[in-house]
């Protein structure tokens, strides 16, 4: 039968080129962003963050957009590569909150 | 240091057996989290603690469901009875400041390796 589960988002992108994975976040009260990868079989883990007084913060090969008009996240990652196949969470924490709520989650794969 | 610990990594049981899940955060944070990752729901949030007391367990399913912080390094999540639709991966996250308030660092997660549960 047919399976019932969360449709993640999917993105191909081929090796050396940019990838751009999005995210809508839902509470205008949240001030503090982060973004996460999850490799098959392990946590998720760290990639960079942004604060809500920003629009824009640079990594390395990895950029975070924050549009709070539309209540717009984006992950800009450069010169992608097979290591960066994986789950992209964002996740927001409102102001003075001790909690994070992550969105669904787009499966990045990389093409050699 | 090692990172936050999760054990066992995985665990296969029969309903209606008492499951018991164990983590180690990474010492100095103060924030510990029990997230519950399944393709229905994606991750979720059970509960957290902030220096070893439950601040927000809005997220835990049922009286099934506890969990508890005896010190600064330890935690559990017990689940007692199982049952099968209780199989997922649990995570177990430390922060040192969540909400990453002006002029903090450390805001972001520290996630375990998960501990993955099956209930028959």
């Known amino acids: 039968g047919e399976s019932v589960g969360l449709h993640l988002p999917t993105l191909s992108v081929q090796e050396g080129d940019n990838s751009i994975i999005n995210c809508a976040y839902s509470?205008?009260?949240?001030?503090?962003f982060i973004w996460y990868k999850q490799e098959s079989g392990k946590g998720p883990q760290f990639i960079i963050d942004i604060r809500s007084n920003m629009d824009k913060r640079q990594g390395q090969r990895v950029t975070v957009l924050l549009n709070k008009t539309v209540k717009h996240l984006s992950l800009q990652i450069a010169a992608t590569q097979p290591g960066d196949s994986a789950v992209y969470f964002c996740a927001e924490n409102p102001i003075h909150a001790g909690k994070s709520t992550f969105g669904d989650g787009t499966t990045l794969t990389v093409k050699p | 240091d090692a990172g936050v610990i999760q054990s066992p990594r995985h665990e296969v049981t029969e309903m209606g057996q008492e499951v018991t899940l164990r983590c180690k955060p990474i010492s100095g944070h103060d924030y510990l989290f029990w997230y519950r990752q399944t393709m229905m729901r994606g991750l979720e949030l059970l509960i957290y603690?902030?220096?070893?007391?439950?601040?927000?367990d809005s997220g835990m399913p049922e009286d099934r469901f506890s969990a508890k912080m005896p010190n600064a390094s330890f935690s559990t999540l017990k689940i007692q009875p199982s049952e099968p639709r209780d199989s997922a991966v649990y995570f177990c996250?430390?922060?040192?400041?969540?909400?990453?308030?002006?002029?903090?660092?450390?805001?972001?997660?520290?996630f375990g390796e998960g501990s993955r549960l099956t209930v028959l």
């Open positions: 509470n205008s009260a949240s001030d503090y």
């Open positions: 996250a430390s922060s040192l400041s969540p909400s990453r308030l002006a002029g903090e660092e450390g805001g972001e997660l520290f």
């Open positions: 603690f902030n220096n070893n007391v439950p601040i927000d």
